[in-house]
Every structure is written in structure tokens, then in C-alpha cells.
């Protein structure tokens, strides 16, 4: 994540929550790591009814959907969300604001 997806994660957080200090900013992080675990539910379900199957070669391109799902989908906006984590973490603006994260 570079600077310019942070600063329209934080635009949307502020949209969607009304978010404007680093704990909502969090809190809106958490938000998306909880709905990207919809997809990784999906991709485990898609993956355990293509298993069987497979055996008549239908469950193929379920199985690669399933896989694929759960790689580019989940992981992909767990790491996003991890990543805003971090940045709020370290934004200067929210650091001088909260005396615990000045002190850390």
C-alpha cells in the first residue's frame, strides 16, 4: 500500500463512519479484515464441494475459482487492512493528537 491508497482508504473511512481520529480509523480497518472473512467462508465452502467433484471434472474450475478466491480475494484485503493499520499507526497527523501513540 502506498501513500495514495491510504489517503483514499481514509477518504472512504471518513465517507462511510464519519471517521476523523486514529481509533475510528482502526476501527474501520477492522471492519474490513471482519467482511473480507465472507469471502474466505466462500472460497472454503467452493473448495470442499469441488473436491468431490473433481472426480467428473465439473469441480475443476470450481476448485481454481475457490483457490483463486481465496488468494486474490481474502489474503489480498487482509493484507490492505493490516497495511491502513500500519499507516495510521505511523501518520503524524494522528501521533501528535494521541499522547499513547506519541509515546510508543
Known amino acids: ?4 491508497e491510504y489517503n483514499a482508504m481514509k477518504k472512504v473511512a471518513k465517507a462511510q463512519l464519519g471517521a476523523d481520529d486514529a481509533e475510528s480509523l482502526k476501527y ?13 467462508w466462500m472460497s472454503i465452502f467452493l473448495g470442499i464441494l469441488a ?24 489474503k489480498k484485503a487482509v493484507k490492505k ?3 491502513f493499520r500500519e499507516f495510521v499507526d505511523n ?14
Do not use: H, T, W
Open 81 to 83: 487492512a493490516q497495511m
Open 28 to 40: 474501520f480497518a477492522d471492519k474490513v479484515e471482519k467482511q473480507s472473512r465472507i469471502y474466505k
Open 1 to 4: 500500500m502506498n501513500k495514495i
Open 91 to 104: 501518520d503524524p497527523e494522528f501521533v501528535d493528537n494521541d499522547p499513547e501513540l506519541a509515546a510508543s
Open 51 to 74: 473436491i468431490p467433484l473433481c472426480l467428473i471434472f465439473v469441480g475443476v474450475p470450481l476448485l481454481i475459482a475457490a483457490i483463486c478466491c481465496y488468494v486474490f480475494v481474502y
